[in-house]
């Protein structure tokens, strides 16, 4: 086994920060229902959310298998080729979450790491049977299942619970809701901690540090779920905000459906070795619940920004990646080039988020009014009898600026 290079250092710590903003970046997929609904206080909710996520890393390797082994020619790899693809996954996060969109962590890593492999060793390398089969189909099935999954579970409990006092139903779903929470947390360690597994040890087989085929070693591991909870501790607070108050206006009920369903899909896809977008499914599962309660709507604007993003986020991962990898080609001094780009857009990307702070303080502030469409809905499909109060009417029809929320409920 050869020595572990310079190089093979900085790809490692690279793909670590990238685990880091994956955190952060997917914290919302996990807990943006919860605090939303106000079943759990911002902050403990983050805590809790990054102690399962560590826990997860640990239950699997299958994920991290599909990527270190199936995805690309690994023979075919230098260190560098998984640095570029490091970049331009950390710089479509960034981005994606100085605005609020819940984009794929996920598809952007894979996004980068095509790119990357495409200008290194050309198309041959990439394995398209794995791509499409494990990467694009899950892709665009997980939101349609999470989705209908929810709705379905939504409108049951609903029907079930039409003649339970309102109270005692909230508060017992509230604690269905933390249950839940964790268990897409553990979700989402188990998926997406191995991400950062198996491009780990891609880089380690590129570098000669470990044998070909090899399943990652436990400090690759531990590693990367410590990163992904640290990073899922210092909340994403703006995709957040987005998941929990931009697409739709949840319930106790709704939060509870939704996180059951999204944990499921991710959990069985995990097992399957797919290498899902927690995402995608999350996103998918909340819209599905919005709609399974008589009288929910979706904020279809800003679900479109988020579809936009998601169409986006492979090609743009894999243009950056690509353009990366060209400049590292022209050896040491064009990997500090890439490198020392990586840390100023990084920077930057901080600077302009500081002058719209979100934390855990403004949260649940809504993210934006609802549309003309979401507000037309909202007034010809009420709520079922005994759950309409002026605090749904003021979530699902917002008051302008001019107008009080009251004002707003009362007019209809």
């Known amino acids: 086994m050869e020595n572990f290079s310079l190089i093979l250092a900085i790809v490692v710590i690279t793909a670590l920060a990238f685990d880091f903003t994956n955190g952060f970046h997917d914290t919302a997929n996990a807990m943006a229902t919860t605090i939303s609904t106000g079943a759990m206080k911002p902050k403990v909710a983050v805590a809790m959310s990054a102690v399962l996520n560590l826990v997860g890393a640990f239950l699997s390797i299958e994920v991290a298998n599909t ?24 710089l479509w996060n960034l981005l994606t979450w100085l605005v609020g969109l819940p984009s794929s962590s996920s598809h952007a890593l894979m996004g980068g790491l095509i790119g990357a492999t495409i200008a290194s060793a ?30 379905i579970a939504s409108r049951l409990t609903y029907t079930l619970g039409k003649n339970a006092h309102d109270k005692a139903t909230t508060k017992g779903y509230r604690a269905g809701q933390i249950t839940s929470a964790g268990l897409v947390s553990l979700a989402h360690g188990t998926n997406d901690a191995q991400k950062t597994m198996g491009i780990i040890t891609l880089a380690l087989v590129a570098g000669g540090a470990v044998a070909p085929d090899s399943d990652p070693p436990v400090w690759v591991i531990l590693s990367a779920g410590l990163a992904i909870a640290l990073g899922t501790y210092l909340g ?12 739709t206006d949840l319930q106790p009920q709704q939060g509870f459906a939704a996180q059951t369903s999204a944990a499921t899909v991710i959990l ?4 399957l070795g797919f290498s899902l977008s927690t995402t995608h499914s999350v996103s998918g599962a909340v819209m599905g619940a ?20 998601w169409g986006l986020t492979l090609p743009a991962a894999a ?17 500090t080039l890439v490198a020392v780009f990586l840390v100023a857009s990084s920077i ?28 037309a809905m909202a007034a010809v499909t009420p709520p079922p009898a005994g759950t309409r109060t002026d605090d749904d009417l003021t979530a699902a029809v917002p008051a302008t600026a001019d107008t009080p929320a009251k004002s707003s409920a009362s007019a209809l």
């Open 67 to 90: 990527i270190s082994k199936g995805l690309v020619d690994e023979t075919g790899i230098r260190p560098e080729v998984i640095f570029a693809a490091l970049v331009g996954a950390i």
């Open 122 to 151: 050309g198309m041959g390398a990439v394995h398209g049977d794995v791509l499409v089969t494990k990467v694009l189909i899950p892709a665009v099935a997980a939101p349609l299942v999470a989705g209908i999954a929810a709705m």
């Open 236 to 247: 994403g607070w703006r995709i957040i905000r987005t998941m929990g108050k931009g697409l």
């Open 268 to 271: 069985a896809s995990s097992h």
């Open 290 to 309: 919005g709609l399974g309660r008589k009288g929910g709507v979706i904020r279809w604007s800003t679900a479109t920004r988020m579809f936009v993003a």
């Open 319 to 335: 243009l950056v990646g690509a353009l990366a990898e060209w400049v590292t080609s022209f050896g040491a001094w064009g990997t």
């Open 348 to 375: 930057a990307i901080w600077l302009l988020s500081r002058r719209e702070v979100v934390d855990h303080t403004n949260v649940n502030d809504t993210a934006e009014p609802a549309g003309v469409v979401t507000t």
